[in-house]
């Protein structure tokens, strides 16, 4: 069973940047980041598929966000600039045994507790 711990979470101005790592206990898969913002729901961010040759963005981070991954250190990264106070949510990784990318929460099998972002205007 793989386990996910996301990190590099915080508060920030509107207007810069943070930048998300999710590490693994074990070699990765596909694997996506969503997030959270109280009283909404779940929400499909960016995924990457195995290997890294694919990756897949939500419109609204198009541009703005970038998926990465080091499978040398078992690592997806989530370069997240130009923040807006929208984005404010609870960040969240997410891995399955799947070889491309895949944009439905459902579809995953393991998941992280969270890192929480904080934008500010």
């Known amino acids: 069973q793989v386990q996910l711990a996301e990190s590099g979470g915080g508060l920030v101005q509107a207007g810069g940047s943070l930048r998300l790592s999710c590490v693994a206990s074990?070699?990765?898969?596909?694997v996506g980041w969503f997030r959270q913002a109280p009283g909404k729901e779940r929400e499909f961010i960016a995924c990457?598929?195995?290997?890294?040759?694919?990756?897949n963005y939500a419109y609204f981070v198009k541009e703005r966000f970038t998926i990465s991954r080091d499978d040398d250190k078992s690592t997806v990264y989530l370069q997240m600039n130009s923040l807006k106070p929208e984005d404010t949510a609870v960040y969240y990784c997410?891995?399955?045994?799947?070889?491309?990318?895949?944009?439905?929460?459902?579809?995953?099998?393991?998941w992280g507790q969270g890192t929480q972002v904080t934008v500010s205007s």
């Open positions: 990457i598929s195995w290997g890294g040759s694919a990756t």
């Open positions: 074990a070699p990765m898969h596909a």
């Open positions: 997410a891995e399955v045994d799947g070889v491309y990318t895949y944009t439905r929460a459902i579809d995953y099998e393991h």
